[in-house]
């Protein structure tokens, strides 16, 4: 065989390899390797969108820091060192504000699902996109966005009622959250998530904005904060699916609708999936006696959620795009009842 006719032979080979095989997308995420949330999707979720594609795109997962730290996915994805990214956005709510309302409404929505469904049908994409292209001068994609979890609220002291929060010390973040905490009259600590467990313990604090509760109960929270209020009342955190632009504009818009399918589909799965989780392990912590789980009534989430509504407009006031996400976000939630016309 002439040299020639080899290289040709090989040439096609590969192409058919490469057919075979199709494009694999390298999606950075802000879920740890251990994650529940890692593993559900790798075993669960990353072989449907080879089905749902007919093979001709795959997806890698790679846990949190693989390539870059997570606030700087979106430059990493406009560059090309990521194809994508599927993470937190309240990483990004110190480069614009309308990630922090975004990110993580505070006493917002009621339940994942609500969230998620902003973000498909409700305006939540486009201004999303609008968030994206303003720290990364349009390079990149929004597939999609929303949230898997609503975070429960470690609390070493019964806390039963909205009158309750009044004089606690609470464990959260700076920006939102804690203006929330601290209008609803409790007051708000600023700790690094790492000492929320010695904080809990020692009385520092009277609660703590820390995880889901299946997270909660994996690190012991519970243990030294045995009322839990569950679901909880606060923090609802978003993710974004992204892809870079010019990976983007390579994909067929068949399997664009498929790519976004296939997210929306995952997370709702996952919400449900995560939510089992988080009762099962209530229901085996109350039958135990040592853990108190308190759910609060709806009056009083919606006393929360009328307090926070200031908080958000405040912050709102941070950008013109902020103040368009929560517009947005208000529009969504009239909508679908959590706010009367």
């Known amino acids: 065989m002439t040299l020639w006719r080899t290289a040709v032979l090989a040439a096609s080979v590969s192409a058919l390899a490469g057919a075979a095989h199709g494009e694999t997308l390298n999606i950075q995420t802000s879920f740890n390797a251990g994650d529940f949330s890692t593993q559900y999707l790798t ?128 464990r959260a973040p700076e ?6 905490f601290a209008a609803a009259g409790a007051s708000p600590v600023s700790i690094p998530f790492s000492e929320v467990y010695g904080a809990l313990e020692k ?5 703590a904005d820390a995880s889901a509760y299946v997270n909660n109960d994996a690190t ?33 818009p068949a399997d664009q609708k498929a790519l976004r399918d296939w997210w929306y589909e995952a997370m709702y799965a996952m919400a449900k999936e995560v939510a089992k989780e988080d009762v099962a392990l209530a229901k085996r912590d109350e039958a135990g006696g040592k853990v108190h789980v308190i759910d609060w009534a709806q009056a009083d989430r919606d006393k929360l959620r009328v307090v926070a509504r200031k908080q958000w407009e405040a912050f709102a006031q941070k950008s013109p795009l902020a103040k368009e996400a929560l517009d947005a976000n208000l529009a969504y939630m009239t909508r679908i009842g959590l706010f009367k016309q």
């Open 43 to 170: 075993k669960t979720w990353l072989p449907k969108i080879k089905e749902m594609t007919g093979g001709r795109i795959e997806i890698t997962l790679l846990p949190s820091g693989a390539v870059v730290p997570s606030k700087d996915t979106p430059d990493a994805v406009a560059s090309g060192a990521l194809d994508g990214d599927f993470t937190s956005v309240n990483y990004f709510s110190g480069r614009e504000p309308a990630f922090a309302i975004m990110g993580d409404l505070i006493s917002g929505y009621d339940t994942p699902e609500q969230m998620i469904g902003f973000c498909q049908d409700g305006g939540g994409e486009a201004v999303m996109q609008k968030a994206s292209d303003a720290i990364t001068g349009g390079e990149v994609h929004v597939v999609a966005c929303g949230p898997y979890s609503r975070e429960a609220l470690p609390a070493r002291v019964p806390i039963r009622t909205f009158e309750d929060l009044a004089g606690k010390k609470i």
């Open 175 to 180: 920006g939102l959250a804690s203006a929330v």
């Open 203 to 207: 009385g520092i604090v009277d609660a």
């Open 220 to 252: 012991g929270l519970n243990n030294v904060a045995p009322y839990p209020l569950f679901p909880g009342i606060h923090s609802m955190p978003s993710m974004q699916f992204t892809i870079s632009n010019a990976r983007w504009e390579k994909i067929s």
